[in-house]
């Protein structure tokens, strides 16, 4: 397997298997990507959507073998391999933390969204942008959100990723530090 991901060439092959039809084949990768984050998810992986890339990634580094090979639905296989890399993230997945953050109170709620809004005017103009786009959307829409202003930035999606938490961590010490010069107590933030 490509460690930088799959070629051009190979995901055109895999279209190719999904379908001759390009369009048809386009719709049947997003269809059944879009169900593997849901099998994901549905069993309690914190990282659907790396995983189903992962899967991805397995199958289009098998593309040749399939195409020759394989014969059926090839959405099944791809179920097939997901289940492999599930079983696989089950021996390497991290219990969660033992005491939850107890909930919010409404006020304390609403002086953090007040004080994320003012550190946000003080994120240059180009990471308060990124930080707003990238939180843009429900469910599928976040994503394709995603996937387009990743692209925007000629970036990979991982790297949109880090770099949201970069801005993220930064945003979160600023409201901290404007919650302590307040005298509020909010451990639900990470602060005791």
Same mark, same amino acid.
């Given at each position: 397997?490509?460690?930088? *991901?799959?070629?051009?060439?190979?995901?055109?092959?895999?279209?190719?298997?999904? =379908?001759? &039809?390009?369009?048809?084949?386009?719709?049947?990768?997003?269809?059944?990507?879009?169900?593997?984050?849901?099998?994901?998810?549905?069993? *309690?992986?914190?990282?659907?959507?790396?995983?189903? =890339?992962?899967?991805?990634?397995? @199958?289009?580094?098998?593309?040749?073998?399939?195409?020759?090979?394989?014969? *059926?639905?090839?959405?099944?296989?791809?179920?097939? @391999?997901?289940?492999?890399?599930?079983?696989?993230?089950?021996?390497?997945?991290?219990?969660?933390?033992?005491?939850?953050?107890?909930?919010?109170?409404?006020?304390? !709620?609403?002086?953090?969204?007040?004080?994320?809004?003012?550190?946000?005017?003080?994120?240059?103009?180009?990471?308060? =942008?990124?930080?707003?786009?990238?939180?843009?959307?429900?469910?599928?829409?976040?994503?394709?959100?995603?996937? @387009?202003?990743? &692209?925007?930035?000629?970036?990979?999606?991982?790297?949109?990723?880090?770099?949201?938490?970069?801005?993220?961590?930064? !945003?979160?010490?600023?409201?901290?530090?404007? !919650?302590?010069?307040?005298?509020?107590?909010?451990?639900? !933030?990470?602060?005791?």
């Amino acid at each position: 397997m490509n460690r930088d *991901g799959p070629t051009q060439e190979n995901f055109d092959k895999l279209l190719l298997w999904l =379908d001759s &039809d390009r369009d048809t084949a386009g719709k049947k990768y997003e269809r059944i990507r879009y169900k593997l984050i849901r099998i994901f998810a549905a069993r *309690g992986c914190c990282e659907a959507e790396d995983l189903a =890339d992962k899967c991805v990634d397995v @199958v289009i580094s098998k593309i040749d073998w399939l195409i020759e090979n394989y014969e *059926g639905n090839p959405a099944l296989y791809f179920y097939a @391999v997901a289940k492999k890399i599930y079983l696989e993230y089950l021996k390497t997945k991290k219990p969660l933390p033992e005491p939850l953050p107890p909930e919010p109170d409404p006020k304390g !709620l609403e002086q953090v969204c007040g004080y994320l809004e003012e550190c946000l005017q003080e994120l240059p103009r180009t990471d308060s =942008d990124l930080a707003l786009r990238y939180h843009q959307g429900e469910k599928q829409e976040k994503i394709r959100n995603r996937k @387009v202003l990743a &692209d925007e930035l000629k970036i990979s999606r991982n790297a949109l990723r880090i770099r949201m938490c970069h801005i993220n961590a930064r !945003l979160k010490e600023c409201i901290k530090l404007r !919650l302590q010069q307040g005298g509020a107590e909010t451990p639900w !933030l990470g602060q005791p």
